[in-house]
């Protein structure tokens, strides 16, 4: 039995073993650049705090240069929004970075106990056997901090937690995030994109449990407010002419007026594409 991956070249098999090996390179990549940026942040971290219904950020800058000093100094920096996005960005990277090398390592063990070729088993189990993999790689790597938002902007905003513990924006994606997560679907909220030379964060990056093929999901609330849905079209256009096509690897879910959302629609939605062999391997 063999995996198959979409690449740019056309479609490629690989074993299992050979996949997790692949995915292993992908992240050590990753990591790097993650360890790179973060290295290249200002020292310190930052401090959120409320009073009387406002958010005012602090920056907590060592008095010391001295790598282990352990003595702070408060600055006020919320008029600072740029050095607020640094900062923010720094403790996500500090977190990521953890969870990356906990996540790389479990993955060699996982890799070092298959054998060479591969599993002997019906195409329809692999899903599964990919998908327990997530997983308990879930349970023990961190996965949980990865998958949070990585968009900086408003993340007062993120306070609606769902099943898997990512907090998220709006009641609709908590639906998504959570059907995502009732079927063992391995997905990220708010990931970083580059496209265009513009930076986007999709409301979710999500990997096909067969095929390893990424998929970006936007959900659109407020199909009322006409100037918002012109942006949107807009951004799906953008998209377009960047290779992340609708209903290829773009997938698109609207709210009703009312802003809720038809439950059984988004689970054949999901079964059809992403739990699908036979749609895995057309």
Known sequence: MS?????GKGNEYY???????????????????????????????LIRREKDGRVYFYHAMPVSEQADSQKYVNRGITRRPDLVQKLARKAF????????????????????????DGFEEDPTNLSAVIRDLDKSLYRSCGQLEMQQSENPQYRENL??????????????????????????????????????????????MIIHPLTGKIYYLEHKGNVTDHDNMRKFDRKIYFFRRHGIVP?????????????????????????????????AVL
């Open 159 to 204: 306070c609606i937690a769902t099943n898997s513990g990512v907090f998220v924006r709006s009641y609709g994606e908590r639906i998504i995030a959570d059907l995502l997560f009732e079927y063992g679907i391995h997905f990220y909220y708010e990931k970083t994109l580059v496209i265009g030379g513009l930076t986007y964060y999709p409301d979710f």
């Open 247 to 279: 209903w290829d690897n773009f997938l698109i879910t609207y709210a009703r007026p009312d802003n809720s959302l038809n439950i059984n629609y988004l689970r054949h939605m999901i079964t059809a594409i992403f739990l699908d062999p036979v749609e």
């Open 3 to 7: 995996l198959k991956m979409i690449t």
């Open 93 to 116: 990277l500090k977190t990521a970075i953890t969870a990356m090398e906990r996540r790389i390592n479990v993955l060699k063990e996982a890799a070092a106990k298959m054998p060479e």
């Open 15 to 45: 074993g299992p073993k050979c996949y997790i090996q692949m995915v292993v390179k992908s992240y050590s990549q990753q990591l790097r650049m993650y360890k790179y940026e973060f290295r290249h942040l200002p020292a310190g971290f």
